[in-house]
């Protein structure tokens, strides 16, 4: 029986790591898994897991106020000591491009696991940006030792950086997994969030929904995206905006100064995922600078701009259910305003086939470990 240890820090990664942690349990005699969260983000995170009904056997519990990027990477090295050399796990698993991926993998390699990195090879070859993310990803895609790559396109980024083919797997995202299960379950539980957002939606209009978080649209990006979002709403008096607004007071100050006067402008508290999985249902399109954001709504058929310059996730723009408008006011306005005007290409983008998966990429995972003789090299 393999020992496997699957770490995770921040709520985007518990939404995509939670099917593969339900999918290894199916498994018991081949593997004994274990949960490791560092809580890079707490109450974000601990929703999900109670969404998903997932206990962390071991909690670093490491969010503090204002943390910085060099306490938390050294704090997720030191915490994960103790528990690798207690379980020593023969293969960690980490997602993605946080600094929990990052630091996880340096202390996994540090202790003789076999690094498996899930959502592997996406880049944008700028390591300011995303940032740290660009390089919190490059940096564990040299360490890891299995990539889990999610498309054909990821796999490439792989091969031109000389990781071996058998080394790379491709899976389809594990966000669809998550997603495709949330909506199935969304029905059947009650879920007080979603029933305050029922009284919030009017179904007479034209949903915008808003989330914006990223560092590098910190200041005048978001000056420019909050005008962006007045002319949006002023020049639409049919359309409503909803935006829960993340709590970083980078983000709350420009956008409550900027947004908050607007009639057909909700602002409203950061939502626990199975109520942002249903209001995302229930939009029309969606305004973003969120990764999973451009994974997942394509799926629910919603087009997307993405308020970014760069996108490590090109293959949605390839397809065509994702435009990158940047932080510039006038192309967010424009290009939202086709949308909302023009029937034909607006069902033109809903209706395009999602590139990132079909729902079954953790099965794939686990099929490939349980059949897996060895790493080769």
């Known amino acids: ?21 339900k999918e290894f349990q199916k498994f018991k005699d081949n593997f004994e898994t ?24 071991f909690d670093l519990d ?31 698993f980490v997602h993605g491009d946080t600094t929990t991926t990052m630091a996880s993998s340096i202390a996994a390699y540090y202790s003789g696991a076999k690094v498996c990195h899930v959502e592997a090879g996406l880049r944008t070859n700028n390591k300011w940006s995303p940032f740290p993310e660009e390089m919190n990803r490059q940096i564990t895609g040299r360490i890891s030792d299995i990539h889990f790559a999610p498309t054909k396109a990821s796999k ?9 083919d058998e080394n790379i797997v491709v899976t389809g995202n594990t966000v669809i997994d998550a997603l495709l299960e949330s909506v199935s379950k969304l029905d059947s539980v009650y879920d007080s969030e979603i029933e305050n957002l029922k009284q919030l939606v009017y179904k007479n209009k034209k949903l915008i929904l808003v989330t914006g978080h990223r560092r590098e649209n910190h200041g005048q990006g978001f000056i ?45 508290v950061p939502l626990s995922y199975p109520a942002f999985v249903w209001l995302m249902n229930k939009s029309y399109l969606i305004i973003t600078d969120s990764g999973g954001v451009q994974e997942e709504a394509p799926s629910l058929g919603k087009p997307v ?29 424009a ?6 005007n023009d029937a034909m290409h607006y069902q033109k983008m809903s209706g395009l086939h999602n590139p990132y998966g079909d729902g079954k990429a953790c099965k794939r995972i686990v099929e490939y470990l349980i059949n897996i003789d060895d790493l080769k090299g």
């Open 1 to 21: 029986m393999k020992k496997n240890l699957i770490i995770f820090g921040t709520r985007p990664e518990a939404i995509k790591m939670a099917p593969l942690v």
């Open 34 to 57: 274990k949960v490791c969260i560092t809580a890079q983000h707490r109450e974000m995170l601990d929703q999900v897991l109670d969404f998903f009904e997932i206990k962390a056997d």
């Open 62 to 92: 490491l969010m503090k106020p204002n943390q910085n990027l060099y306490s938390l990477t050294g704090d997720i090295i030191n915490g994960l000591k103790p528990i690798l050399e207690d379980f020593k796990p023969d293969y960690v």
């Open 156 to 164: 490439v980024n792989l091969l031109l950086e000389n990781i071996k």
């Open 224 to 268: 420019n995206i909050c005008k962006a979002l007045k002319q949006i709403a002023e020049e639409n008096p049919n359309t409503q905006i909803i935006y829960p607004v993340h709590l970083n007071p980078n983000v709350q100050k420009p956008v409550y100064e900027l947004l908050e006067s607007i009639s057909n402008i909700y602002l409203i």
């Open 305 to 333: 701009l993405v308020m970014r310059d760069t996108t490590e996730r090109p293959e949605a723009v390839d397809a065509g259910t994702v435009i990158l408008v940047g932080t510039d006011s006038e192309k967010i306005v």
């Open 335 to 340: 290009e939202t305003t086709i949308l909302l």
